[in-house]
C-alpha cells in the first residue's frame, strides 16, 4: 500500500498535501498549521487568513486525515471545525504531553460560541474560539488570540528556562 494511499486527498485541493509529502521539511522558522473544517467557505476564508499570517496550510477532510497528518508532523497551530469529527480531533490533542500540547496554538471554530470566550475555550481544551460569523477577521483575531498566549506563558518560558528545561 502506497502513501496514496494510507493518506487520501479528502479536502480535493491540488496544493500541498502531507499524502504526497508526510516526511517534508518546511523550513527553519516556518510556521506550520492543520486546518480541519469540512465547510468549503470557511475552510478556504481561514486558510487564506492563516497563509496572510505567513503558514504553511495543510488541510484535513476528515477526523482521520488529521489524526494521520498530526503522526508525521508537528503543528504551530491546529483550527478544529465544531462538527460530529471536533471532539476525536481534541481528544487526541489532550493526551499530548502538556510540555507538547502547549507549542500548540488550538482554534475551535463554532457556530454557537462567542469569539474569544475564553471560559469556552477553557473548558474545550482549545486556546481560542472564533464563532463563523466572524471569519472576515480571522487574521486580526488570530493575532491577538496568538499575542495574548504568548503573554500568558512568557513569565512560565522564562522560569523553564532559567531551569534548563526549555
Known sequence: MGVKDTFPDSAGTDSYEVS???????????KTALLCETD????DRLESALKKMGYHVTKAG????????????????????????????????RRF?????????????S?????????????????????REHMDEADA?????????????QTFREALKEAGRL
Not at 507538547?100 to 488550538?106: A, P, S
Open 111 to 131: 457556530e454557537t460560541i462567542r469569539t474569544m470566550d475564553n471560559m469556552a475555550a477553557f473548558s474545550r481544551s482549545v486556546n481560542l474560539v472564533i464563532n
Open 141 to 153: 483575531i488570530i493575532g491577538r488570540g496568538i499575542a495574548d498566549n504568548e503573554a500568558f506563558y
Open 20 to 30: 504526497e509529502k508526510p516526511f517534508d521539511y518546511v523550513g527553519e522558522g516556518g
Open 40 to 43: 468549503p467557505g470557511i475552510r
Open 97 to 109: 504531553p502538556m510540555g507538547v500540547r502547549r507549542n500548540i496554538f488550538v482554534i475551535l471554530l
Open 62 to 93: 476528515t477526523a482521520s486525515d488529521a489524526l494521520k497528518s498530526m503522526r508525521f508532523h508537528g503543528y504551530d497551530l491546529i483550527a478544529v471545525g465544531e462538527n460530529s469529527d471536533t471532539d476525536v480531533i481534541l481528544d487526541h490533542l
